[in-house]
């Protein structure tokens, strides 16, 4: 039996609505293949990638770092920059596996 897709894959709104899910994780992964990054940084990148048609918030980026980081796929350095502390992140050896 053939199961139907019934998403409009070709629709802004679907991929959109994976992006704030699972898709996510990847495109933190990606973003983190070129290097370690700041949050902000990593925002930009995808937001880049994606030609201004995703825009992550601050809500879905910090979150799913934050659960990459407690199952080892990311870790996460801090430094002081400019008097403000910044975080890091960058693939660990699961990650770069996982991704």
């Not at 990593?42 to 937001?47: F, H, L, R």
């Amino acid at each position: 039996m053939v199961s139907k897709i019934s998403a409009n894959l070709a629709g802004v709104d679907h991929w959109a609505a994976l992006i704030k899910k699972s898709t996510s994780r990847y495109f933190l992964l990606d973003m983190l293949a070129q290097g370690p990054m700041h949050g902000y940084e990593i925002a930009k990148s995808i937001e880049d990638f994606c030609d201004g048609w995703c825009k992550p918030t601050d809500g879905m980026i910090y979150p799913t770092l934050k659960e990459m980081v407690a199952g080892g796929y990311v870790e996460c350095t801090s430094e002081v920059i400019g008097g403000r502390q910044r975080k890091g992140y960058s693939h660990t050896n699961k990650g770069h596996k996982a991704y």
